[in-house]
Protein backbone atom coordinates (compact mmCIF):
# COMPACT_ATOMS: atom_id res chain seq x y z
CA UNK A 1 0.00 0.00 0.00
CA UNK A 2 1.42 3.12 -1.14
CA UNK A 3 2.14 5.71 1.50
CA UNK A 4 -1.01 8.60 2.18
CA UNK A 5 0.67 11.59 1.07
CA UNK A 6 -2.27 13.85 2.48
CA UNK A 7 -2.76 11.98 5.68
CA UNK A 8 -4.64 14.85 6.74
CA UNK A 9 -7.41 13.20 9.40
CA UNK A 10 -4.08 11.00 10.63
CA UNK A 11 -3.09 12.69 13.76
CA UNK A 12 -0.84 9.32 14.53
CA UNK A 13 1.54 11.87 15.43
CA UNK A 14 2.93 9.52 18.79
CA UNK A 15 2.10 12.22 21.34
CA UNK A 16 -0.08 11.22 24.16
CA UNK A 17 -3.74 12.42 24.02
CA UNK A 18 -4.64 13.49 27.34
CA UNK A 19 -1.96 13.88 30.08
CA UNK A 20 1.04 14.25 27.69
CA UNK A 21 4.26 16.85 27.91
CA UNK A 22 2.84 19.78 25.91
CA UNK A 23 6.50 20.58 25.62
CA UNK A 24 7.16 18.84 22.37
CA UNK A 25 10.63 21.11 21.39
CA UNK A 26 12.76 21.25 24.65
CA UNK A 27 14.84 24.70 24.15
CA UNK A 28 17.22 23.16 26.37
CA UNK A 29 17.63 20.37 29.42
CA UNK A 30 14.70 20.65 31.94
CA UNK A 31 15.55 18.97 35.27
CA UNK A 32 12.27 17.70 36.76
CA UNK A 33 11.75 18.03 40.98
CA UNK A 34 10.70 15.72 43.42
CA UNK A 35 7.75 17.28 45.95
CA UNK A 36 10.53 18.47 48.53
CA UNK A 37 12.04 20.65 45.65
CA UNK A 38 15.11 17.88 45.33
CA UNK A 39 16.26 18.08 41.76
CA UNK A 40 15.89 14.62 40.07
CA UNK A 41 17.35 12.90 36.80
CA UNK A 42 14.65 11.40 35.67
CA UNK A 43 12.64 12.44 32.61
CA UNK A 44 9.27 12.71 32.96
CA UNK A 45 6.97 9.32 32.22
CA UNK A 46 5.48 8.50 28.88
CA UNK A 47 2.13 6.79 29.58
CA UNK A 48 2.88 4.51 26.30
CA UNK A 49 -0.71 3.34 26.84
CA UNK A 50 -1.88 6.86 25.68
CA UNK A 51 0.12 6.85 22.69
CA UNK A 52 -2.04 6.22 19.63
CA UNK A 53 0.70 4.46 17.31
CA UNK A 54 1.21 1.57 20.90
CA UNK A 55 -2.50 1.45 20.73
CA UNK A 56 -2.43 0.35 16.85
CA UNK A 57 0.07 -1.53 17.63
CA UNK A 58 -1.73 -3.39 19.94
CA UNK A 59 -4.58 -3.76 17.32
CA UNK A 60 -1.66 -5.10 14.71
CA UNK A 61 -0.96 -7.97 17.26
CA UNK A 62 -4.54 -8.79 17.73
CA UNK A 63 -5.70 -8.59 14.00
CA UNK A 64 -2.51 -11.10 13.20
CA UNK A 65 -2.97 -13.68 15.55
CA UNK A 66 -6.57 -13.84 14.04
CA UNK A 67 -5.41 -13.27 10.58
CA UNK A 68 -2.87 -16.49 11.49
CA UNK A 69 -5.53 -18.90 13.02
CA UNK A 70 -7.87 -17.93 10.32
CA UNK A 71 -5.71 -17.78 6.93
CA UNK A 72 -2.79 -19.40 7.44
CA UNK A 73 -1.19 -22.88 8.57
CA UNK A 74 -0.66 -23.28 12.47
CA UNK A 75 1.69 -25.81 11.71
CA UNK A 76 4.82 -26.38 9.69
CA UNK A 77 4.75 -22.71 8.64
CA UNK A 78 7.80 -20.56 9.69
CA UNK A 79 5.89 -17.25 8.21
CA UNK A 80 3.00 -17.44 11.05
CA UNK A 81 5.76 -17.76 13.97
CA UNK A 82 7.57 -14.44 12.46
CA UNK A 83 4.47 -12.29 11.90
CA UNK A 84 3.12 -12.73 15.00
CA UNK A 85 6.56 -11.98 16.63
CA UNK A 86 7.21 -9.26 14.50
CA UNK A 87 3.57 -7.67 15.87
CA UNK A 88 4.28 -8.60 19.40
CA UNK A 89 7.61 -7.03 18.95
CA UNK A 90 6.34 -3.83 17.22
CA UNK A 91 4.33 -3.52 20.56
CA UNK A 92 6.70 -4.62 22.93
CA UNK A 93 9.72 -2.73 21.93
CA UNK A 94 7.33 0.42 21.87
CA UNK A 95 5.65 -0.24 25.84
CA UNK A 96 10.04 -1.23 27.02
CA UNK A 97 11.45 1.72 25.54
CA UNK A 98 8.97 4.37 26.71
CA UNK A 99 9.70 3.01 29.98
CA UNK A 100 13.33 2.93 29.73
CA UNK A 101 13.39 6.28 28.42
CA UNK A 102 12.53 7.76 31.68
CA UNK A 103 16.06 6.88 32.38
CA UNK A 104 18.06 6.36 29.22
CA UNK A 105 17.01 8.24 26.09
CA UNK A 106 19.73 6.20 24.24
CA UNK A 107 17.98 2.61 24.89
CA UNK A 108 14.57 4.10 24.02
CA UNK A 109 15.55 5.41 20.80
CA UNK A 110 17.04 1.68 20.06
CA UNK A 111 13.93 0.12 21.32
CA UNK A 112 11.83 2.35 19.14
CA UNK A 113 14.00 1.74 16.14
CA UNK A 114 13.52 -1.97 16.65
CA UNK A 115 9.84 -1.56 16.86
CA UNK A 116 9.68 0.39 13.64
CA UNK A 117 11.67 -2.38 11.71
CA UNK A 118 9.27 -5.19 13.66
CA UNK A 119 6.70 -3.61 12.57
CA UNK A 120 7.96 -3.11 8.50
CA UNK A 121 8.86 -6.63 8.79
CA UNK A 122 5.13 -7.65 9.47
CA UNK A 123 4.54 -4.96 6.53
CA UNK A 124 6.26 -7.00 4.35
CA UNK A 125 4.55 -10.50 5.16
CA UNK A 126 1.35 -8.75 4.38
CA UNK A 127 2.50 -7.80 1.21
CA UNK A 128 3.59 -10.63 0.69
CA UNK A 129 0.64 -12.66 1.61
CA UNK A 130 -1.69 -10.50 -0.69
CA UNK A 131 1.37 -11.48 -3.63
CA UNK A 132 1.32 -15.36 -3.08
CA UNK A 133 -2.54 -15.38 -3.36
CA UNK A 134 -3.51 -12.92 -6.34
CA UNK A 135 -4.98 -10.93 -4.26
CA UNK A 136 -5.19 -7.05 -4.61
CA UNK A 137 -3.24 -4.70 -2.69
CA UNK A 138 -5.61 -1.62 -2.01
CA UNK A 139 -3.96 1.61 -3.06
CA UNK A 140 -5.28 5.37 -3.21
CA UNK A 141 -7.30 4.78 -6.17
CA UNK A 142 -9.34 1.64 -4.56
CA UNK A 143 -12.25 3.02 -3.42
CA UNK A 144 -12.42 0.73 -1.04
CA UNK A 145 -8.89 1.90 -0.14
CA UNK A 146 -10.57 5.57 1.27
CA UNK A 147 -13.07 3.49 3.56
CA UNK A 148 -10.72 1.22 5.08
CA UNK A 149 -8.07 4.49 5.58
CA UNK A 150 -10.86 6.49 6.89
CA UNK A 151 -12.18 4.16 9.59
CA UNK A 152 -8.27 2.95 10.29
CA UNK A 153 -7.73 6.72 10.88
CA UNK A 154 -10.42 7.06 13.24
CA UNK A 155 -10.11 4.39 15.21
CA UNK A 156 -6.89 2.95 17.35
CA UNK A 157 -8.32 0.75 19.69
CA UNK A 158 -9.13 -2.95 19.01
CA UNK A 159 -12.76 -3.04 20.96
CA UNK A 160 -13.41 -0.58 17.65
CA UNK A 161 -11.84 -3.43 15.44
CA UNK A 162 -13.08 -6.68 17.31
CA UNK A 163 -16.91 -6.64 15.71
CA UNK A 164 -16.08 -6.14 11.80
CA UNK A 165 -13.06 -8.48 11.55
CA UNK A 166 -15.61 -11.93 11.97
CA UNK A 167 -16.70 -10.28 8.54
CA UNK A 168 -13.56 -9.59 6.60
CA UNK A 169 -12.02 -11.94 4.26
CA UNK A 170 -8.36 -12.53 3.81
CA UNK A 171 -7.74 -9.77 1.18
CA UNK A 172 -10.04 -7.12 3.63
CA UNK A 173 -7.93 -8.21 6.92
CA UNK A 174 -4.35 -8.12 5.25
CA UNK A 175 -5.35 -4.58 3.31
CA UNK A 176 -6.58 -3.25 6.69
CA UNK A 177 -3.15 -5.01 8.80
CA UNK A 178 -1.12 -2.84 5.68
CA UNK A 179 -2.82 0.25 6.15
CA UNK A 180 -2.04 0.10 9.82
CA UNK A 181 0.93 -1.03 9.47
CA UNK A 182 1.67 2.55 7.15
CA UNK A 183 0.38 4.63 10.41
CA UNK A 184 2.23 3.12 12.70
CA UNK A 185 5.48 3.30 10.58
CA UNK A 186 4.84 7.17 9.86
CA UNK A 187 3.83 8.06 13.66
CA UNK A 188 7.04 5.83 14.72
CA UNK A 189 9.20 7.67 12.63
CA UNK A 190 8.19 11.22 13.30
CA UNK A 191 8.25 10.03 16.97
CA UNK A 192 11.65 8.97 16.55
CA UNK A 193 12.85 12.35 15.00
CA UNK A 194 10.98 14.37 17.89
CA UNK A 195 13.17 12.11 20.46
CA UNK A 196 16.29 12.83 18.57
CA UNK A 197 15.65 16.00 18.97
CA UNK A 198 15.07 16.04 22.46
CA UNK A 199 18.66 13.94 22.82
CA UNK A 200 21.00 16.65 21.07
CA UNK A 201 19.15 19.16 22.78
CA UNK A 202 19.09 17.40 26.42
CA UNK A 203 21.60 14.85 26.55
CA UNK A 204 21.62 11.78 28.04
CA UNK A 205 21.58 9.93 31.57
CA UNK A 206 25.02 11.88 32.05
CA UNK A 207 24.23 15.02 30.76
CA UNK A 208 21.19 15.09 33.52
CA UNK A 209 23.28 13.52 36.06
CA UNK A 210 25.68 16.78 35.80
CA UNK A 211 22.81 18.80 35.30
CA UNK A 212 20.72 17.70 38.55
CA UNK A 213 23.74 17.75 40.72
CA UNK A 214 24.79 21.26 39.71
CA UNK A 215 21.49 22.36 40.26
CA UNK A 216 20.80 20.82 43.57
CA UNK A 217 24.40 22.35 44.66
CA UNK A 218 23.28 26.02 43.15
CA UNK A 219 20.25 25.49 45.43
CA UNK A 220 21.72 24.41 48.62
CA UNK A 221 23.81 27.17 48.44
CA UNK A 222 21.19 29.72 48.00
CA UNK A 223 19.71 27.83 50.67
CA UNK A 224 22.97 29.15 52.71
CA UNK A 225 23.67 32.13 51.31
CA UNK A 226 20.10 32.67 52.45
CA UNK A 227 20.08 31.46 56.03
CA UNK A 228 23.56 33.46 56.47
CA UNK A 229 22.15 36.90 55.46
CA UNK A 230 19.61 35.90 58.26
CA UNK A 231 21.92 35.02 60.46
CA UNK A 232 23.47 38.50 59.79
CA UNK A 233 20.01 40.64 60.41
CA UNK A 234 19.19 38.53 63.17
CA UNK A 235 22.16 39.16 65.09
CA UNK A 236 21.99 42.88 64.10
CA UNK A 237 18.79 42.92 65.27
CA UNK A 238 20.60 41.01 68.45
CA UNK A 239 22.25 43.93 68.84
CA UNK A 240 19.73 46.52 68.59
CA UNK A 241 17.80 44.77 71.42
CA UNK A 242 20.96 44.35 73.41
CA UNK A 243 21.45 48.28 73.54
CA UNK A 244 18.03 48.72 74.14
CA UNK A 245 17.98 46.27 77.36
CA UNK A 246 21.35 48.48 78.46
CA UNK A 247 19.93 51.52 78.03
CA UNK A 248 17.02 50.40 79.84
CA UNK A 249 19.16 49.04 82.77
CA UNK A 250 20.83 52.41 82.68
CA UNK A 251 17.70 54.12 83.25
CA UNK A 252 16.04 51.83 86.12
CA UNK A 253 19.50 52.24 88.17
CA UNK A 254 18.38 55.78 87.69
CA UNK A 255 15.46 55.31 88.87
CA UNK A 256 16.86 53.19 91.98
CA UNK A 257 19.04 55.93 92.90
CA UNK A 258 15.93 58.72 92.40
CA UNK A 259 14.14 56.38 94.33
CA UNK A 260 16.98 55.63 97.42
CA UNK A 261 17.33 59.84 97.44
CA UNK A 262 13.68 60.22 98.12
CA UNK A 263 13.40 57.13 100.89
CA UNK A 264 16.50 59.29 102.46
CA UNK A 265 14.67 62.43 102.32
CA UNK A 266 11.42 61.03 103.87
CA UNK A 267 13.63 59.50 106.60
CA UNK A 268 15.23 62.85 107.35
CA UNK A 269 11.69 64.56 107.27
CA UNK A 270 10.26 62.31 110.00
CA UNK A 271 13.24 62.66 112.58
CA UNK A 272 12.62 66.06 112.24
CA UNK A 273 8.98 66.41 112.83
CA UNK A 274 9.87 64.38 115.54
Known sequence: MKEDKNPTQDKGDGLPKTGGDKSEQPAGLTINHYSDGTASVLRKPVVYTE???????????QLT???????????????????????RSTKQNI??????????????LKLLGIARGSNLELLE?????????????????????????????????YE???PILVRMDDEELANMAICL?????????????????EFTTEGGIRERMTAARLEQRTSQKQIIESQQKEITSLQREIDV???????LRSEINVLRS????LKHENETLKHENI
Open 241 to 247: LRNEIGI
Open 125 to 157: DYKDYLKKKGLVEWYQNNPRFEKLHRFCTENST
Open 51 to 61: LRFYQRSDVLY
Open 160 to 162: AYQ
Open 258 to 261: QNEM
Open 65 to 87: QVFCQRYMKTHGDRTVDQMVQAA
Open 95 to 108: TEGSSDGQVSMEVE
Open 181 to 197: CHQVDRALESYIQKKDR
